[in-house]
């Protein structure tokens, strides 16, 4: 596997829609493993490709560290519901972090490397992560959504409480 530069704002790929992935190959499998260890190696909990430069409905989220890695191709929100706020942060704005508010839970429908149709279900922070990516893919930035920035520091204060 390799891992891959991570593409940083303002690259003009990050704010367009990107097109729908239609091959389902060996190249689809090993770009969704080395888009799971450039997430690792960044330690973050999801990417989308175009945050490696390429425009593809492609994204991986895993909030357990590789218990629980979901590939998401083509994915389209069926439903949410609630609301939640807490801080995101993004790899393609490092050290940039702000308050978002999203829905609590969420209902995706997506494929997997296999090109399989799947509906997941999420809530939480899951659902946090899931949609922050499935954003990525459409061209919109957790920036147009903070409703307050968040400095380092106030994050290591969260932290040691």
């Known amino acids: ?17 990107c097109k729908p992935v239609t091959v389902f190959n060996q190249k689809l499998k090993k770009l969704l493993n080395d888009m799971y260890d450039t997430m690792i190696e960044f330690d973050g909990v999801g990417l989308a490709a175009p945050q490696i430069g390429i425009d593809e409905q492609i994204a991986i989220v895993d909030i357990d560290n590789g218990s629980g890695v979901i590939d998401l ?3 389209e929100i069926l439903e949410t519901k609630g609301e939640q ?3 995101e942060g993004c790899l393609s704005f490092p050290g940039l972090y702000g308050e978002v508010t ?7 429908k997506a494929m997997n490397r296999k090109g399989k149709t799947y509906i997941i279900e999420a809530e939480d922070f899951l659902a946090r992560a899931i949609q922050h990516e499935i954003d990525h893919l ?18 290591q204060e969260v932290d040691e409480t």
Do not use: C, Q, W
């Open 1 to 17: 596997m390799a891992v891959k530069k991570i593409v940083m704002y303002p690259a003009e790929i990050l704010e367009k829609p």
């Open 73 to 75: 191709i083509n994915p």
């Open 102 to 108: 999203r829905p609590y839970y969420v209902k995706v």
């Open 138 to 155: 459409h061209g919109i930035l957790f920036t147009s959504k903070v409703s307050r920035y968040v400095k380092e520091e106030e994050l």
């Open 85 to 87: 706020t807490d801080v």
